[in-house]
Nanobody, 118 residues
Framework: QVQLVESGGGLVQPGGSLKLSCAAS????????MNWYRQVPGKERELVAI????????SYHDSVKDRFTISRDNAKNTVYLQMNRLKPEDTAVYYC???????????WGQGTQVTVSS
């Protein structure tokens, strides 16, 4: 069955770094656009970063540009989110999302908590 398993979240001080990973299985990973979303209680889920199936195209929410980098390894069926210069407002549950570029079929991971606090 389809699985997206996030890891790498945790508690970090402001200015610190974390790298999230999302391991995918059960679908043709290299055909899917991969996204990272985040959500805080009481707010809508927010799209943070997008990467195309071949990894050549990336896009970011304005609030994370020049701090976050999305990447993927199609040989390992894994997508990453490198987060640098973290701010308290980056605190959220981060979700991995896969979307088929032809059918828009979508899968979600279970989420991983990132807390930025001193």
């Amino acid at each position: 069955q389809v699985q997206l398993v996030e890891s790498g979240g945790g508690l970090v001080q402001p200015g610190g770094s974390l790298k999230l990973s999302c391991a995918a299985s059960g679908f043709t990973f290299n055909s899917y656009i991969m996204n990272w979303y985040r959500q805080v209680p009481g707010k809508e889920r927010e799209l943070v970063a997008i990467i195309s199936p071949n990894g050549r195209y990336e896009s970011y929410h304005d609030s994370v540009k020049d701090r976050f980098t999305i990447s993927r390894d199609n040989a390992k069926n894994t997508v990453y989110l490198q987060m640098n210069r973290l701010k308290p407002e980056d605190t959220a549950v981060y979700y991995c999302n896969a979307r088929d570029q032809s059918t828009s079929l979508t899968y979600w991971g279970q989420g991983t908590q990132v807390t930025v606090s001193s």
